[in-house]
Structure formats: C-alpha cells, structure tokens
C-alpha cells in the first residue's frame, strides 16, 4: 500500500514521500509499484521527461528487487525540483558492483531469464535514466539504491 | 469555438445514469452526474469503447450528411479500406466503388491507394531516418489522442507521416483537379468513416492546421444507402485501382504488412494498447522499429460505425484482396519516393500533450492535493463499484480533490455516516429528562453504572 508523508527539508520546499513493499519474486504484482508511482508523478504534474525517465529507473529498481531479493521497499520522493528514488531490499546483495553496471551481464537465475527478465539491463539503465545513482550494498545482508533526477527549471509551467 | 470538439457524443433521453461506459473509458473521462452520463471534454479521446459498452444506445457518433455533398461542384467518396469489409465474396470491389457512385458522388478514390503510399513512406522513413524507437504509427487518430492525454512523454514516438485519410484526400483532390479543370476548393473529399476518432481528426486535426477532407460520412449509413446499387451499373474499368495490401489496411496487421520492414509490432483494441504503451514506457520495447496500435479490436473493421460484424469483416477483407491479389502499385517507383519528398505526406505541427491528469497547475499545491487524495482513498471501500458515478474509488478520491465530489457520494460512506448518525439518534433518545420515568431496567443497554445511578435517584 502506498504510504504518503508531509516533510518539509530544510529549504522548505515540500516533499511527498511515496513508499511500496515489494515482495521478492511475485512477478505478478511486479511493476504495480513504479505503475503507480507515475500516475502519481502525472498527477503532480512533473516535466514529461523526467516522468519519461522515471518510469524506466523505478522499473528497473522494482524488478531488481523483485528478481534478486527477498523483500524490498521502493520509495519516491517528490519535490518541485527533484525526485528521488529509493530502492532498498534484504537480498543477497552485490558482490561486484562494477561488474553489475556492465550491459548484458546478469546473476539472475535461469528460470527467471526464460521469463524474458534479467538480461542485465537494469542497473545500466538506471544509470542512464538518472542525473545520479549511488549504490550501497552488503553481500548477504541488502542493497540499497538512491537514484536522483533533476526537475529542469519551470519544467511544468512550460507545458501547460 | 468549443476548445474540444469531439464526435462522440451523449443522448440524454436514452442515458440510464447506468455505470456501463464510466467503467469501459480508458481515459476515466466519464462520470454519472444527475442521473446521466457526463463527457469531460479535455479528456475523451473519441475512441467510441463507450458506444460500444452502452447498453441503451445512448452514446453515439456526430457525423456529417450526405446533404454536404451539394457544397461542392464535384465530390469524391474516400471509403476507408475497412468499407470493403462490409461486403460478401459474392460482389467485387469494382462493383462496390460503383454502388457508390450511384448515391451521388461524381468520384471515387480508395483510402486503401492512399494507404500503400503511407506504407511506403514509413518503410522509406524506418531506412533512412533517424528515430526514438518504436516509432509509433500515426494512423489511429483515437491512439494519437490516447498518447496526448495518458502518455505524453511517448508523443515524439508517434512518426511524423500522414494518416491514409489524409493522404487520400490530397492525391483524390490532385488528380479530380486535373480531370476537371475545377479548382481545389470547388472539389469536395468526403470520407466513409468505420469511426469516431476520424470525424474529430478532420473536425479538429492535431498534428495539421486544417484537414484537406471536407466530410465525414458513417459507414454504417454509406453501406445501407450503397448496397441496394451494388448491381446498378456495369462494372467500370479503373475505378478499383488499389493493390491488396492496401486493402488489408482494413484490419489489425495490415499496415506492418505492408510496411513490411524493420522489427514490427502490431496491438489492438484501445486497452491492449494501453499495456503495450506503457512497455514503451518501461524502456522495454526499444529494440522495436514499428508499432501499428489501433484502438478498436480487430483495426479498423472494428470500429463502432462499422454495421458488419468484425470477424466476418475480416474474412470479407481477406476475400475482396484475394480478388485483387494480382493488382500492381497504384503508383510508380518514382511517384512514390516523389510522395515521400514533399511535404504533403508529413505533419505540419509538432503534436502537443494534452495533460489532463494533473491536479494542479502549481507542482507544489498538485503534491497536496495527491496526500489529500492518498488519505480519501485509504477511508473508501476500494470496491470499484462505480455506484458514485466514479469510475473506481481512487477516481472519486480524485474527483473528490478536484471539488467535484464528496466523501459522501460513496454510498458505502454515506450507509456508514447514517449508521453513525442513527447510533447517535438513539443515544439521545435515550436521555430522558429527569421530570420523566426513567426506562425500565431490561431496556438499559448493558449499562451497570446505569442500574447504580437509577438506584442511587431512588434511594435519594
């Protein structure tokens, strides 16, 4: 369920908060998630491109947990200039990050990529969706997963 | 003039207030209000689900009249590739286009013809361009709309070519002017619509300032007024100039048929749609080239001015195109790649999103409004039962922010608040004043403290 919070940062600028549970491979709630968090980032009315952008990392984040770990939560936060999109999970953690962010390569089990996911796409993805991406991670124990992207300047003004 | 227009529009002596259509629209742009169905404009996209989903018959398509006609010195029928659909094997296509000519126009000329330049453009484009992948076909004016108002992010996929229609009524209006000497604007084009979406697409374009096609006529009443002509003239040579796979445009399929180019993808029906746009969305389909979407099940043979039944339409389709399996390219090589050169066969104006889904105009009061609706939506049933006249709860719970509707108008809600109120009634009830006989013991509601304090008066 989504769970939404008022906090205010320190310049005062509101932030909606936007949090999931995602369960570990149950591939048929898979992608509600990051679906509802778009109708939401629609409803406040961000920039196109950067909804554009956000439907491919909050994809990719969901599935990565969805895939890899055992539970996780993703989360949105909101703000007139940023959005920030956190993915945390407990999971088997990555071994080698460097090698994680590499196109095509993937850990993801046989039978999941038969189902035509994990083809070691998300991560770079990710990368290239988002204006930052820090990953913190601890093999055995979880990942988590901060990926920003920048609001341009009168972004939604200019497309009413 | 009105901001929107649109051709789908609403009987209000036929309209139950029923909750068929609010249900079946894919952009939630139907709501029940004082007993009948209401359209907010900015959102319908004309793709007529709800013709189909009333049961009443009370949602139909504006359409022009064959009156139009008398506008014009010469007119010229542009029937859709589907209308050879409505026809049985035992005719053929020339006979069809001939029917046509006895109702009263001086021309004829095929959309499906057109279509094979469409093809050929986008084929040339698929090589030899630059693009964001896939490249969305601009086809379906109800899937360009769709796109517009649910997935504006995705509008600089749709390519940027001319639909059939279009086309259509350029190259028919090119070759009457040369055969008759008559200006452009004295030649009427008028087109034998299978939908909606393609009267708002000629009334109010979106990627051209103003359509080249003067009318749109019903198929269903083209067909009734045409078929009873099918054997009036002898079959007229070059009348039917369109090679098969244009007519194969009619149905799902056909278009990346002949396309026939690149990776394709074809998706029918307005809510199949849907889920493939938001694939695109995902990222997920990039190694795609071309997508055909059309909004009605089946292409355009489904469509809700479309008298025969869809399935059959498509064998009716398959069987005229056999017939004509054999039929060169209504254009040369050479015509074709000078179709593709000029500007005609292009859009003349990027096509604007039109973002319906925001709450508000300022970022920061839309943010509140999304915690205000969160919280309305956590307190309703999630039923989805539509009673309100809100499509789904979080729907009312929009609305509800948006100052169109109360908490109340749930009935589950407004059951809730009676009970409460009721609870509250008796309560008061209850109270007796004190210069009156209390109520007798059975009566109290489990009340000890009660008993003792009726003990404590009488003792006093």
């Not at chain 2, 693009?131 to 709309?145: E, G, K, M, Q, T």
């Not at chain 2, 990627?207 to 045409?226: C, F, I, P």
């Not at chain 2, 055909?292 to 469509?303: F, L, N, P, S």
Request: net charge negative; hydrophobic share 40%.
């Amino acid at each position: 369920m989504a769970d939404t919070t008022d906090d205010r940062t320190s310049d005062v600028k509101p932030v909606l908060t936007l949090s999931f549970d995602i369960q570990g491979r149950d591939f048929k709630a898979s992608g509600e998630a990051s679906h509802r968090i778009k109708r939401t980032l629609e409803q406040v009315g961000l920039d196109w491109s950067v909804i554009r952008r956000a439907a491919v990392v909050l994809y990719e984040a969901e599935m990565n947990i969805v895939i890899h770990a055992t539970r996780g939560v993703l989360k949105a936060e909101i703000s007139p200039s940023r959005l920030t999109i956190v993915a945390e999970d407990e999971g088997p953690g990555i071994p080698d990050i460097e090698l994680a962010m590499q196109e095509g390569y993937s850990t993801a089990p046989e039978e999941i990529k038969l189902m035509g996911f994990g083809a070691g796409m998300g991560l770079p993805n990710i990368k290239e969706h988002a204006d930052s991406l820090e990953i913190e991670t601890e093999v055995g124990k979880g990942t988590r997963l901060v990926a920003v992207i920048d609001v341009p300047e009168g972004g939604a003004e200019s497309q009413a | 003039m009105a901001r929107y227009f649109h051709s789908v529009t609403l009987d209000r002596e036929k309209c139950k207030g029923c909750t068929n259509c609010i249900k079946r629209c894919p952009t939630e742009a139907i709501r029940v209000r004082d007993g009948k169905a209401r359209i907010f404009e900015e959102r319908c996209i004309d793709c007529g689900e709800c013709i189909r989903a009333c049961p009443n018959h009370a949602k139909s398509a504006l359409t022009d009249t064959l009156e139009r006609l008398g506008d014009f010195e010469y007119t010229i029928a542009l029937p859709a590739p589907s209308y050879f659909g409505q026809f049985r094997r035992t005719t053929t296509p020339e006979a069809v286009l001939g029917a046509l000519l006895a109702v009263g126009f001086d021309d004829v000329f095929e959309v499906a013809a057109a279509a094979s330049v469409v093809s050929y453009v986008v084929r040339t484009y698929i090589k030899e361009r630059e693009y964001a992948r896939p490249l969305i076909s601009s086809a379906c004016p109800a899937v360009v709309r769709l796109i517009q108002v649910r997935f504006p992010s995705l509008l600089d996929h749709i390519i940027p070519v001319e639909s059939p229609m279009e086309a259509a009524a350029v190259l028919a209006k090119r070759r009457a002017a040369a055969k008759t000497g008559l200006p452009l604007s004295k030649i009427g084009a008028f087109f034998i619509s299978p939908c909606a979406a393609k009267v708002t697409a000629v009334k109010q374009p979106v990627g051209r300032h103003r359509s080249s096609v003067d009318g749109v006529l019903s198929m269903s009443e083209m067909y009734g007024l045409a078929v009873r002509h099918l054997k009036d003239r002898p079959p007229e040579r070059g009348l039917q100039i369109s090679a098969a796979s244009g007519i194969r445009w009619g149905r799902s399929g056909g278009e990346n048929a002949e396309v026939g180019t690149g990776e394709r993808l074809a998706v029918d029906g307005i809510h199949n749609v849907i889920t493939v746009l938001t694939e695109v969305e995902k990222g997920r389909l990039s190694d795609v080239d071309y997508l055909e979407a059309q909004a009605c099940v089946g292409g355009c043979i489904g469509g809700p001015l479309v008298p025969e039944n869809p399935y059959v339409a498509r064998a009716n389709i398959k069987a005229m195109a056999d017939m004509v399996a054999d039929k060169p390219f209504p254009f040369t090589e050479e015509e074709f790649r000078s179709f593709y050169e000029s500007d005609f066969m292009f859009l003349e104006k990027v096509i604007e999103p039109r973002p319906v889904m925001q709450l508000d105009d300022d970022v920061a009061k839309a943010m509140m409004k999304v915690q205000q609706m969160e919280k309305t939506l956590a307190e309703l049933p999630n039923l989805d039962c539509g009673s309100c006249g809100s499509p789904t709860c979080r729907a009312l719970a929009e609305d509800i922010v948006r100052g169109l509707a109360y908490e109340t108008d749930c009935v589950f809600k407004l059951r809730e608040r009676v009970r409460d109120l009721a609870a509250e009634m008796k309560e008061l009830a209850e109270k007796v004043p004190p210069s009156m006989e209390q109520p007798s013991q059975n009566d109290e509601p489990g009340g000890s403290s009660a008993d003792i304090a009726a003990e404590g008066a009488g003792g006093a």
